[in-house]
């Protein structure tokens, strides 16, 4: 059962209907619906909150907020390049996930649960930890690299849920075991499946992609079968990433062991989402013959809508890669990843500035943007619905994928 007065009163009793189990997370029950983070500045607050508010989990991602924010952008604009320029930006991007999160928790009405997603492959990883955790949120959600060090960051805050992202047995078992050392094991674990999931992508190469291990029929029944083993006294939820798109998916990993799923990529084609009209219509309107996977600048394979730039990029990746040692041809003033094939100069790393491309996909511009994007059909087909009409297509049997 759900706890009172977290989820409306109309969705309860179609969730109830439904026969769905609900999502056990920082000491509530909640509907087993999670809204996956999507930078840079894609979820923030106006749709995290907007899913916290139906009584699901809502999600921030804490990537380069300060694009949100004129005043923020205006102070870190020619700041040149070198340490001082990076501190002034650090510290707005700082000051942007603290305002996101406040004024996320402003939509809820105190209905479901607010979550910070943060990439560990970004050099401000533990700033962005610290600052999430001191504003109060609920859960904080680490992929893009192995969250080791995530129960120190969180030490003066027990009550705040972690929950990391992996994609196989084996990096739970390695994640859980050196979690237990310190003390702490996960509030919940992701289970990204790397051949559904859009952006960067939780295997080591392409090639990966459609290895079996990665199967939800088999991670999500041995992640528990070594949870029970580990002998773990509380139940550790997993949620399901990557292709959910309508109940009988959510019905389909619940069946399997899995508590809850988490979903990107249909929470984009909302009117709530925080990115530009252009965004939600490429992503609406793409199919899985427009999308493409590729290396990206962090080194991962990862998923994206073939665009005009990225059909330029990948014809001039070959010539980019045979210079790659010589020159780094980064121009930022802040190091927005911890490693860059760009700025470092890594053979067999992408070749281009992530920041910027994310930056530009958020402010609608086709051409110039990388438009990160999750296989399969969306539920409403190429319409943008309300968060509240997808979450009621998610709790509802029988409803074929694009149908009005």
């Known amino acids: 059962m ?10 309860e009793h179609l969730w109830l209907a439904s026969g769905l189990k609900s999502l056990h997370l920082a000491g509530r029950n909640v509907l087993p619906v999670v809204q996956g983070g999507m930078g840079v500045g894609i979820s923030a607050h106006r749709l ?40 002034v930006i650090d510290a707005a991007n700082l000051e942007a996930l603290q305002r996101e999160i406040a004024a996320a928790r402003a939509l809820t009405d105190g209905r479901g649960l607010l979550a910070v997603n943060v990439m560990r492959a970004v050099s401000q ?45 084996r990096g739970i078992a390695l994640v859980v075991k050196k979690w237990e050392r310190k003390r702490r094991i996960p509030d919940a674990i992701v289970i990204e499946h790397p051949r559904w999931a859009g952006g960067h992508l939780g295997a080591a190469k392409i090639e990966d992609l459609a290895d079996a291990r990665f199967d939800f029929e088999h991670v999500i029944p041995e992640a528990n079968a070594f949870l029970r083993s580990a002998g773990i006294e509380r139940d550790v939820p997993l949620i399901a990433a990557g292709g959910i798109r309508r109940f009988e998916d959510i019905a389909r990993v619940q069946a399997l062991g899995a508590a809850a799923v988490q979903l990107g990529t249909p929470f984009v084609a909302t009117e709530e989402c925080d990115a530009h009209p252009n965004f939600k219509q490429v992503l ?28 330029n990029y990948l014809a001039a990746a070959p ?73 009621d297509r998610l709790l509802t049997p029988g409803v074929a994928l694009g149908a009005a």
């Open 2 to 11: 759900s706890d009172p007065n977290l989820i409306d009163t109309d969705l």
């Open 284 to 311: 609406a309107g793409a199919r899985d013959e427009d999308m493409v996977e590729f290396t990206s600048v962090a080194g991962l394979p990862a998923r994206a809508v073939m665009t005009r730039w990225l059909r």
């Open 319 to 391: 010539r980019l890669q045979q210079t790659v040692h010589k020159k780094s041809r980064c121009t930022l003033s802040f190091d927005c990843l911890a490693q860059c094939g760009l700025r470092d100069g890594l053979p067999g790393w992408g070749q281009f500035c992530i920041d910027q491309r994310l930056a530009s996909a958020l402010r609608g511009e086709v051409d110039k943007g990388l438009f990160f994007r999750g296989a399969g059909a969306l539920p409403f087909g190429e319409k943008i619905a309300t968060v509240r009409a997808l979450i």
């Open 125 to 169: 990883y533990a700033d962005l930890v610290r600052t999430s955790l001191e504003a109060g949120i609920d859960a904080v959600v680490v992929g893009a690299g192995l969250p080791l060090d995530l129960p120190d960051l969180a030490r003066e805050h027990p009550r705040a849920a972690l929950v990391p992202i992996l994609s196989d047995a």
């Open 48 to 87: 995290a909150g907007s899913v916290a508010a139906q009584g699901a989990v809502g999600t921030i991602s804490a990537i380069d907020l300060r694009r949100h924010h004129s005043d923020l952008m205006a102070r870190t604009a020619a700041q040149g390049t070198g340490p001082q320029a990076r501190a």
